[in-house]
C-alpha cells in the first residue's frame, strides 16, 4: 500500500496521478460551469464562493502537470477530464433549474381551455391576438421558474398538443403573478435527488 502512493512508483506516477488530475478536472469544470450560470442570473456571492473553489482545485491539478511534464497520461487525464467535466457541469446546471424563463405558447387550436387551467394552477399569463402564416393565433406569454417547465410542458401537451413554445432565459423579474409552489430550495434539492435515482 505505501508503494502506491510512493510518488516515485510507477503505479503513482502512471495510474493514480492521472486518475486524480482527471477527477480534478472534472470537479473543477464542473464547478466553473455552474458558475459562469450564476454570474449570468447575477448571483454574486454564490459565483464567488464555487470561483475560490474552482480555482484552487485548478491550481491543484494545474501544480501536477507541470510537475511531471514528461507524462502523456497525465496530459490526457487533463485533457479527458476538462470534456467530461464540461458534460458533468452542464448536467448539474440541468438539475438544479435555477432561475426563471419566459414561455412563448402559440396554439393552434381553441386555447380557451389551456388558459383556463393555467389560471387555475395560479400561473401568470398574458394572452395577445397575432396573426401567423396560416391565420389568427392567441400567443400566451407567462414567466415561470426553470423548475416548472416541464409541467408546463405536460400541460400543453395536454390540451394543446400541437402547440408551438419555446423558452428563454429570463434575467430580472420584478411584479406579476407567479405560480406559488414549493420553496426554490426544497423544490431543486427534490429535483436534483429525483433525477439521480
Same mark, same amino acid.
Given at each position: 500500500m505505501e508503494a502506491l502512493f510512493n510518488s516515485n512508483s510507477e503505479i503513482f506516477t502512471w495510474v493514480l496521478l492521472p486518475v486524480l488530475i482527471f477527477v480534478a478536472r472534472i470537479c473543477d469544470v464542473s464547478i466553473g460551469t455552474v458558475r459562469i450560470v450564476y454570474v449570468s442570473k447575477g448571483l454574486k456571492?454564490?459565483?464567488?464562493?464555487?470561483?475560490?473553489?474552482?480555482?484552487?482545485?485548478w491550481i491543484l491539478a494545474i501544480g501536477q502537470i507541470m510537475k511531471h511534464m514528461d507524462n502523456l497520461a497525465c496530459f490526457l487525464a487533463y485533457g479527458t477530464g476538462f470534456a467530461t #467535466?464540461?458534460?458533468?457541469?452542464?448536467?448539474?446546471?440541468?438539475? !438544479?433549474? =435555477?432561475?426563471t424563463v419566459i414561455m412563448r405558447i402559440i396554439p393552434r387550436d381553441d386555447a380557451s381551455d389551456l388558459i383556463s387551467f393555467l389560471k387555475s394552477q395560479n400561473f401568470g399569463l398574458t394572452v395577445v391576438d397575432g396573426e401567423g402564416s396560416m391565420g389568427k393565433v392567441k400567443?400566451?406569454?407567462s414567466v415561470i421558474q426553470r423548475t416548472d417547465i416541464?409541467?408546463?410542458?405536460?400541460?400543453?401537451?395536454?390540451?394543446?398538443?400541437?402547440?408551438?413554445?419555446?423558452?428563454?432565459?429570463?434575467?430580472?423579474?420584478?411584479? #406579476?403573478?407567479?405560480?406559488?409552489?414549493?420553496?426554490?430550495?426544497? !423544490?431543486? =434539492?427534490?429535483?436534483?435527488?429525483?433525477?439521480?435515482?
Open positions: 456571492v454564490l459565483a464567488s464562493v464555487l470561483g475560490f473553489f474552482e480555482v484552487s482545485i #467535466g464540461n458534460y458533468f457541469g452542464i448536467m448539474l446546471e440541468e438539475k !438544479l433549474s =435555477i432561475g400567443v400566451i406569454f416541464d409541467r408546463m410542458i405536460s400541460i400543453i401537451n395536454s390540451y394543446n398538443p400541437n402547440a408551438f413554445y419555446s423558452v428563454e432565459d429570463v434575467k430580472v423579474v420584478k411584479e #406579476g403573478i407567479f405560480h406559488k409552489g414549493e420553496s426554490w430550495l426544497s !423544490l431543486n =434539492i427534490f429535483n436534483f435527488w429525483s433525477k439521480k435515482r
